[in-house]
């Protein structure tokens, strides 16, 4: 009987400490992200993961891998889809070729101004399609704000969409996005992100479009100096988590994840202001020419025809977007 219990009192002594250790030991989720430390969608990415270490009291632990360290974006998505990669932050443009109710929205001249796009955002159409990911393998965790795109190129100064007739001009991958530079005469070019400087300079491609703080922290400035604001469209960024490694956590981790994926927002919106700013005097300082358009009437006109062209889905979704007051 006494050595039953000298042995039950050493296995105790061998167990505990691996059952304490176990239990301390934290789920590493991996998220990543395209753009470089101190971009304002990483610092929202940083500012997403320290709350869900806070609120975890350091059970879960998201390690943010910035720099296209994972992949470019398409092959990041997939493998989130298969549960390789936890966690990306992404634009919604590749998401949509899963998820086609996303291209809602990425319409050209959509919102009315930022406010207009965030009340989508954070309302109920955002929340509904945030939840349309999880038949797709996608959990959607929440936004972040990308600005708006206009086209810049290496060519000349283009005023009216005239000027980008013949021009080639690199897209994201994405139908909607081929389909809004053919609406403009120009010739479109899908390509990873990590390939737009290279293209450009080589004269793969005449163009691109893109916000000012990926238009200057690529370095695009450099080797295509003709910047037109013509601000065709606001496309959201969002953060998507994979469906099959989530899963694995219990319902109050998902949601603790969720909501520090939402309350990271405003704090990235206010990176972003501050980086836009930052980014339009550098290139002014640069030498690169920046065409305003106040007045994008012609520019709208071009694209009308895409908002017929869409599925009855995304027409309904649109006119429940700009009915947001
Ligand atoms: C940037 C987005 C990034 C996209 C990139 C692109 O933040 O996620 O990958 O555009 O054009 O604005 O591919």
């Not at 980008?164 to 996005?177: H, N």
């Not at 969002?238 to 989530?246: D, R, T, W």
């Amino acid at each position: 009987m006494k050595k039953f219990r000298i042995i039950a009192l050493a296995l105790l002594l061998i167990l505990l400490p691996s059952t304490l250790f176990a239990q301390a030991k934290p789920i590493v989720l991996r998220l990543a992200e395209t753009h470089p430390k101190g971009y304002p969608t990483e610092l929202g990415d940083e500012e997403f993961a320290r709350l869900v270490k806070e609120r975890s009291n350091g059970r879960i632990i998201i390690e943010v891998y910035p720099g296209s360290q994972l992949g470019e974006e398409k092959a990041v998505i997939e493998q989130v889809q298969f549960g390789a990669i936890d966690i990306t932050r992404v634009s919604i443009s590749p998401v949509a070729a899963f998820v086609p109710k996303l291209n809602a929205f990425q319409m050209p001249y959509l919102y009315r101004d930022s406010d207009h796009m965030w009340k989508v955002l954070k309302g109920d159409i955002g929340m509904e399609l945030l939840a349309s990911l999880e038949p797709f393998g996608f959990i959607g965790l929440g936004w972040f704000e990308a600005g708006a795109r206009s086209f810049y190129n290496s060519k000349k100064p283009v005023y009216t969409p005239a000027d980008l007739k013949g021009m080639k001009i690199r897209v994201q991958e994405s139908e909607l996005m081929l389909g809004l530079v053919r609406s403009f005469g120009a010739i479109p070019t899908p390509m990873p992100y990590g390939e737009v400087y290279s293209g450009l300079q080589t004269g793969v491609v005449d163009g691109a479009e893109n916000n000012p703080p990926s238009y200057y922290s690529a370095s695009h400035y450099e080797v295509a100096k003709y910047y037109t604001l013509d601000e065709h469209t606001m496309v959201p960024e969002i953060i998507i988590g994979s469906k099959i490694s989530l899963g694995r956590l219990s319902k109050a981790d998902q949601d603790l994840i969720k909501k520090a994926a939402m309350d990271a927002i405003d704090y990235q919106r206010a990176e972003w202001d501050a980086y836009v700013k930052v980014s339009m005097d550098k290139v002014k300082a640069a030498g690169c020419t920046i065409i305003p358009i106040p007045d994008k009437t012609e520019w709208m006109k071009a694209v009308e025809p895409m908002y017929k062209q869409q599925t009855k889905e995304i027409q309904d979704l649109v006119a429940r977007i700009r009915a947001v007051k």
